[in-house]
């Protein structure tokens, strides 16, 4: 009876392995398709100024359109892109993209617009990563201090090797931002040393703030450790207005999140950021008004 029941489990389990993995393949083979058929493209997340309340910066974030699907998440994507080498092909295609269209960005609002693009490891590490970038700011005709890349903990790790290469990026003239700071394990004695400009404050931590008086020890935490460190910190997942207020108490220098605008198209951006700004700005000076 008991022996029954055995084949049965292991049956059951083969085949809902299988399945996952010719899951994993078709969408594997989508992707690879995805490139050539552009059904990729761009959003960007406006970034608030807290100490002027205009925006400036705005981040880069992949979308997926998939023919059949529909929209896909970057968290499911990215890591298929990954494991296949696309990531190579295609962490290029956005890094053109962004730059380009952040060139445009500029001529058309007249604006010195500043543009944040996701990393990823496989990215980051294959060994001609610098040339890579060199070219795309060559091919855009972006000048390098609208660029900022944005790694996370986990690619810092390994410090002897990440370190010359965070310094030949920066050479350049771009910035480094750590994406989703305070999930990672970063030691405190490395962070020191890395060469970066920026920390992003994970969503997770700022969340948890519902009223102006909160107490978010993390929070302010990382705020005080990047002026320490003399870093620039922006918190993301801004939903609230008394996040903002919360974090504009603590000197937070930017915020990004849904408050002041979701992720928005190209298209969109051009056409509504004269009505975001503003509305961002009087958000901006609400506390002061108090
Ligand atoms: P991330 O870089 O930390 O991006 C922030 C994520 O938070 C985005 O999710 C954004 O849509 C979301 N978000 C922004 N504001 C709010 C808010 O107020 N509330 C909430 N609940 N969520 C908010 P998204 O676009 O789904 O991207 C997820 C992750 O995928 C990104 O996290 C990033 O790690 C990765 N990713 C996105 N685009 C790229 C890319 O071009 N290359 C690479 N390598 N990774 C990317
Ligand atoms: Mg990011
Ligand atoms: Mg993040
Ligand atoms: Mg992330």
């Known amino acids: 009876y008991e022996a029954d029941k055995v084949p049965e489990r292991i049956l059951f389990y083969q085949s809902s392995m299988l399945n996952l993995r010719t899951k ?156 989703d700071f305070g999930t990672g394990y970063s030691s405190l004695s490395y962070l020191k040393d890395l060469p970066i400009d920026c920390l992003k404050i994970d969503r997770s931590f700022v969340q948890k703030v519902t009223n102006i008086e909160d107490r978010e020890p993390l929070v302010d935490m990382i705020i005080s450790m990047a002026q320490h460190l003399k870093l620039s910190v922006v918190a993301e997942g801004i939903e609230t207005i008394e996040q903002l207020q919360y974090l504009q108490r603590k000197n937070c220098d930017f915020i990004q999140g849904y408050l002041i605008s979701k992720p928005i198209n190209y298209e969109e951006l051009v056409e509504k950021y004269e009505e975001i700004q503003q509305e961002a700005k009087e958000k901006v000076y609400q506390l002061n008004m108090i």
């Open 24 to 179: 994993r393949v078709e969408l594997e083979n989508d992707l690879y398709k995805a490139l050539e058929n552009d059904e990729l493209f761009l959003q960007y997340q406006p970034q608030l100024d807290l100490q002027t309340g205009e925006i400036k910066s705005m981040e880069a974030l992949v979308r997926w359109n998939h023919p059949t699907k529909g929209w896909i998440s970057p968290m499911d994507f990215i890591p298929i892109a990954e494991e296949s080498g696309l990531i190579i092909p295609f962490g290029r295609w956005v890094l053109e993209t962004a730059c380009r269209q952040t060139m445009e960005l500029q001529k058309v609002l007249n604006k010195p617009f500043k543009v944040s693009v996701n990393l990823s490891v496989g990215q980051l590490f294959q060994d001609n990563f610098v040339d890579i970038i060199k070219e795309v700011i060559k091919d855009t005709n972006i000048s390098p201090q609208s660029l900022e890349l944005e790694i996370t903990e986990s690619m810092t790790m390994n410090t002897n090797y990440i370190t010359p290469i965070l310094k030949d990026l920066k050479e350049i003239g771009l910035t480094i931002a750590i994406d």
